[in-house]
């Protein structure tokens, strides 16, 4: 069994940062890609960003000089510090990531972490 437990969401005002983590448990043999998807209200869910185990990153353009992904192999787990954040950032964070058991290799997502910007 894999789970992947997300953390680090909010209200923060425009301007405003934030820093989600997520940490994948269970019987891992490695991750490959890691991800954050986020979807608004009524919307479908949209890469944020996404960094393979060899280090290439992708950002959505929405996101670029302002969003940092990383990770930490040893510990599973992926993270996004937000910074500037606008109103249209508002949505549901997802993590994602593709991970490899002894007999099997999938997406795994985790449960989504509110993140909303307001004043």
């Known amino acids: 069994q894999v789970q992947l437990v997300e953390s680090g969401g909010g209200l923060v005002q425009p301007g405003g940062s934030l820093r989600l983590s997520c940490a994948a448990s269970?019987?891992?043999?490695?991750?490959?890609?890691m991800g954050w998807y986020s979807q608004a209200p009524g919307k479908q869910r949209e890469l944020v960003a996404k960094?393979?185990?060899?280090?290439?990153?992708t950002y959505a353009d929405s996101v670029k000089g302002r969003f940092t992904i990383s990770r930490d192999n040893a510990a599973n787990t992926v993270y996004l510090q937000m910074n500037s954040l606008k109103p249209d950032d508002t949505g549901v964070y997802y993590c994602?990531?593709?991970?490899?058991?002894?007999?099997?290799?999938?997406?795994?997502w985790g449960q989504g972490t509110q993140v909303t910007v307001s004043s």
């Open positions: 994602n990531m593709f991970i490899r058991r002894l007999l099997s290799a999938q997406d795994y």
């Open positions: 269970g019987s891992i043999r490695s991750i490959n890609r």
């Open positions: 960094i393979t185990s060899g280090g290439d990153i």
